[in-house]
Structure formats: structure tokens, C-alpha cells
RNA sequence: GAGGUCGUAGCUCAACGGUAGAGCACCGGGCUGUGGCCCCGGGAGUUGCGGGUUCGAGUCCCGUCGACCUCCCCA
């Protein structure tokens, strides 16, 4: 093979694309209910933009991040998520002149250069979802409500063991009191270096948050002997998780308080969340988010709080069409033609022409052969074209103003009259057979 | 960025270091106004790529590219 599609980013063939294409109208479906408005962000952004406000000693900035000079010089980084980008919008288009709150979403594709495996690509989509303008609790809990039912909307009223999705929930603090818990952390664990990761004897001094996300069984260990931040909250980050926690709970929304939930941007106080969706292995953050109140002023924008959250689309199918294959049969049927025509001879192709047209027209998915082939032969493609109906127009039927038409799956057939073949074909495709 | 498993026809996979094959799919015919089933035939490959060892490499070794899994990171 000579050439192959680089590494990380993927082809998606019709039967594939048209899972996700679902999931993303699914997803548009409920936000536009939310009143969330759409939008579409550049896929560059300027390299500065990202080590503002992800953070110049993330991961994410610091080595996956595909960032070149253009031809001007000028450094240009591919995003590797939407907020950002979103951020900059605001700013520079004034949003906050808009009424509030602000509502916005996008969908589409984000660069990371990561090792590829299974739910991890370089390019990989996101539905990205970013709410500015207020502080409260109920917000937050309808954001996080409306995260659970676009992912959830899937498997409703199919039989499925109960939610495959988990909420959980953390809070990072804020400027006033995160600084009093980081230092507790640098002191606390200074003294104990050797009982940490190498990783996160470095994390310690650029970013000790991190050492609580650390999946090594010795940091574990060292980190469950630790003080958790909830311990150092002050009292409105109390308030605001207590709030939160009391509405989840009234709204029936079954959630998990991770103390050791992390995220990796720094932008993100207060509330933080992940959704893990079942059977995905390592990989299994299908959506994350949280508070960003500081990012626009930061970033020389207003001082308006702001929460988000991103889904990553590739993950939510995979736990969607694992756990509901017959979702994804079902949609895969979608692409086949509803009507296949078969003309037989010149004149009857010179008439199709106009007639698929006009069925086009009418809605119908129509696909058409103008071969000169054995109507056996034509008849092979309409079987295999996945079709209900085939529509065969011969010297028989154009003496008649007629037209035949089959059944495909039940082989019955019937000579309609051209006038009232619409009509027919509602009427059969609405009774699923001919009778 | 690190470790592991693996790359053979469009797909799924065979082939002890000794002539690259099968099933499905594809194309044609049996069957020129009727598809699915059946029968017959056909096209298909620089064995991911590049080196090396060997009389001889799909097979062994090295490198490289890619997929998957784990670490890492994250959606």
C-alpha cells in the first residue's frame, strides 16, 4: 500500500459515519431544547492562545499539541480543545453584550498528538458545550443533567442494564482557598519524595494538583495518607459543593464524589466533573468539565464566570453501539435506497430520468441504474442496493403508462398506473409490503 | 515519550525455513422481462516498507511505518 491516512486520524466509511452523525443530531437536539446556539470555531488558533489558557505546564500544551510556523513566521497550533477557542470568540466579538446567559456550543474536531489506542485519536470530535454569565448551583446541576440525558438519550426505552454512565464530581476550590491546599500539598509530600512516582516528584514542583490523579500504587498510597482538599475549602466552595450535591440529589441524579478528581487544564475552579461510560478500558472519560469563573478575564476578556463541558464523540459511540448493536443496524438500513429503478430499454431511460427526479423530489432516497445490462443483472443491484422497491419500466409498462413495482423483500409485484404511483408507494412504504 | 502483541487478496484468516492458499466479497456464465438459493468459471498479492542472515525468508534478525493493549495523558 502506498499511501496511508497518518497516524492517529481515521477514515469514516458511511456505515460508520452515519453512527456518529446521529449521536451529534441527538446531542444537537436536546441543546437546542437547553436553548444553547450553535457555533463554528476556527481549527487554528495562535500557539499563545492555548499556553494562556490551558496552561503553559500542561501536557496538553507542553507535548501534544501539533504547533508549526506559517509561512509568516507566525506560531499556529491546531486546537486541541474547544474552550479556549470559544473564550477568544467572546472576547473578541463582544458577547457579553448579549443577553444572559450565554449559551453556546460546538461540535467538531480536536488535534492531539497522543499515542493512538482504542477511544484515543490525534484527531478526535468533540461536542463542546460552554454556558457564561452565572454563578448559580442550578446552572450547574441543569448542565450536568443535560450532559447525562444527550449521552443517556440513546438508551432510552431499550433494554439495557440501567445507566452505563457515572457522574463524578469534585471540587478544586478557588483562588481564595486552592493556594492554601496546594501548599499543604507541597509541604506535605516534600518531606516524603521517595514515596512518590518520578513523574510526580517533578509534578510537585510544576504541578502538584496532578500527584492526585497519579495512577501508581505508591503515590496512591502516599496521597490516601494526605489531608483531602475538601478539608481546606473555604466556606462559600463549601457552600457552593454542598448546593450542588443537594440538587443532584433532588433531581435523582446517582453521582460519585471523587476527592482525587483532577483535571488536566489549569483554567478549571470550583466544580469539576468527568462521566465514565462503561466497557472502554483506560480510556474511559467520556465527558468531562467544569467551572472556568477566571479564563476571560485572563485572557483580557470581562469578568464573567463560566462552566462548560466536552464529550468526546468517538467514546460516547463506542459504549452507545457496543451496548445497543441494534441501534447501529438500524442506522446502517437508513443508507439504502427506498426505490430502485430499472429501465429497460432507450426510451424507458429517457423517461426515468424525469420520473426519478420527480420521486427525488417527492423525499424519496431513489437510486437508479441507466446500464444496458440483462434485467437479471439490474435486478442483482437492486437486491444487493439494500432497496424496498424496485420500480421496473419496460416496453410493456411504457405502452400502459404504467410502471412495475416489487416488493424486494416479499417478491410480490404489481402493475401500477404512472398517475397513481406516488400514492402506491406512500401507501407501501407506510405498510411495510404490498398486499 | 516507554513497554507488549500483531501486520499475508477488498474482508476474516491458513501456509514445519522449501512452488503463497481457503472462505466471504467482487466480475462473468448457467438464466436476453425478474434479485436472494444453487452450480461452473474468472480476476486478483513486490506477504506494510527497507535492510540483513541463508543455497533458499511470509516464516529468523535489525530498522521503520501502522493497528491494538498497558503506562502516560485525556474527551
Not at 432510552?156 to 500539598?185: A, M
Amino acid at each position: 500500500m502506498k499511501f496511508q491516512a497518518v497516524r492517529g486520524f481515521k477514515d469514516w466509511l458511511p456505515e460508520e459515519f452515519i453512527r456518529y452523525h446521529y449521536l451529534i443530531e441527538v446531542a444537537r437536539k436536546h441543546l437546542r431544547r437547553a436553548n444553547f446556539k450553535e457555533i463554528k470555531l476556527p481549527i487554528l488558533e495562535k500557539t499563545e492562545l492555548f499556553v494562556r489558557s490551558i496552561g503553559e505546564v500542561t501536557d496538553i500544551v507542553q507535548k501534544e499539541t501539533y504547533s508549526f510556523q506559517d509561512r509568516n513566521q507566525e506560531w499556529l497550533t491546531l486546537r486541541p480543545e474547544a474552550t479556549a477557542g470559544i473564550c477568544r470568540m467572546f472576547i473578541e466579538q463582544g458577547l457579553h453584550v448579549r443577553p444572559k446567559p450565554i449559551k453556546i456550543f460546538t461540535i467538531g474536531p480536536m488535534f492531539r498528538h497522543e499515542r493512538p489506542q482504542k477511544g484515543r485519536l490525534r484527531e478526535f470530535y468533540q461536542i463542546d458545550v460552554e454556558f457564561f454569565g452565572n454563578l448559580s448551583p442550578y446552572h450547574e446541576v441543569e448542565l450536568l443533567e443535560l450532559a447525562l440525558t444527550i449521552l443517556n438519550d440513546p438508551f432510552q426505552g431499550r433494554e439495557v442494564e440501567k445507566n452505563p454512565f457515572i457522574l463524578e464530581i469534585n471540587s478544586l476550590g478557588c483562588p481564595e482557598c486552592r493556594p492554601t491546599y496546594r501548599s499543604y500539598l507541597v509541604e506535605a509530600l516534600s518531606g516524603a519524595k521517595e514515596d512518590l512516582c518520578k513523574t510526580c516528584q517533578d509534578r510537585l514542583l510544576r504541578n502538584p494538583l496532578r500527584i492526585l490523579d497519579c495512577k501508581e500504587p505508591l503515590c496512591r498510597e502516599t496521597v490516601g495518607a494526605l489531608k483531602p482538599i475538601s478539608d481546606f475549602w473555604c466556606n462559600t466552595c463549601r457552600a457552593h459543593f454542598e448546593a450542588i450535591r443537594e440538587l443532584l440529589e433532588l433531581r435523582r441524579l446517582p453521582y460519585v464524589v471523587n476527592p482525587l478528581l483532577v483535571r488536566g487544564l489549569d483554567y478549571y475552579v470550583r466544580t469539576i466533573f468527568e462521566i465514565k461510560g462503561e466497557g472502554l478500558g483506560a480510556q474511559d472519560t467520556v465527558c468531562a468539565g467544569g467551572r472556568y469563573d477566571y479564563l476571560l478575564r485572563e485572557l483580557g476578556g470581562p469578568d464573567i464566570p463560566a462552566t462548560g463541558f466536552a464529550i468526546g464523540l468517538e467514546r460516547w459511540a463506542l459504549v452507545v453501539y457496543q451496548k445497543n448493536e441494534d441501534l447501529g443496524r438500524h442506522l446502517e438500513k437508513t443508507l439504502n435506497p427506498e426505490l430502485f429503478f430499472i429501465p429497460l430499454g432507450e426510451e424507458a431511460r429517457r423517461k426515468g430520468l424525469k420520473l426519478v427526479k420527480d420521486l427525488r423530489d417527492s423525499g424519496y432516497q431513489v437510486e437508479a441504474l441507466y446500464e444496458e445490462r440483462s434485467l437479471k443483472a439490474l435486478m442483482r443491484e437492486a437486491d444487493k442496493s439494500g432497496a424496498k422497491l424496485a420500480l421496473i419500466l419496460g416496453s410493456e409498462e411504457l405502452e400502459k403508462e404504467a410502471i412495475l413495482v416489487k416488493d424486494l423483500k416479499t417478491g410480490t409485484q404489481k402493475v401500477i398506473s404512472l398517475s397513481q404511483l406516488k400514492n402506491f408507494i406512500e401507501e407501501v412504504l407506510r405498510s411495510e409490503n404490498i398486499s
